[in-house]
């Protein structure tokens, strides 16, 4: 009888021999779950970093475009008063009142005479 309780104490020391190695191996894996959370935590940080780095240079370059888009307007906008209000409409019509100006009064505006000479 006393083998069999000996082989019985033997068995369950074995037993609690392997749960302990099962139980370090669970806490290894545990801890190694852990530093890997803690490294995900990390690289989320990072990454929301990086999202919050791009969108204020997408911002900016949103207002780029839209101070581009704003100047090309504007450069458009004297292109079309130069080539279709400025030469065929207001210089003729400066050009008529220069003459008639001239044949009124015998001498040409003071405006005109500068602007000649700032052209000439």
Request: with cysteine.
């Amino acid at each position: 009888m006393q083998k069999q309780i000996d082989a019985i104490n033997e068995r369950l020391d074995a037993g609690q021999g392997k749960f302990g190695e099962v139980a370090d191996a669970l806490s290894k894996i545990t801890a190694h779950l852990q530093s890997q959370d803690a490294a995900m935590s990390l690289m989320a940080d990072k990454v929301n970093q990086n999202a919050e780095g791009t969108q204020s240079i997408l911002e900016m370059w949103n207002g780029g475009v839209k101070t581009v888009r704003f100047f090309c307007r504007l450069a458009e906008g004297w292109r079309f008063f130069i080539r279709e209000m400025l030469i065929p409409v207001f210089l003729p019509l400066m050009g008529i009142g220069v003459v008639i100006y001239y044949f009124n009064h015998g001498d040409f505006p003071k405006w005109a005479a500068a602007l000649f000479k700032l052209i000439a």
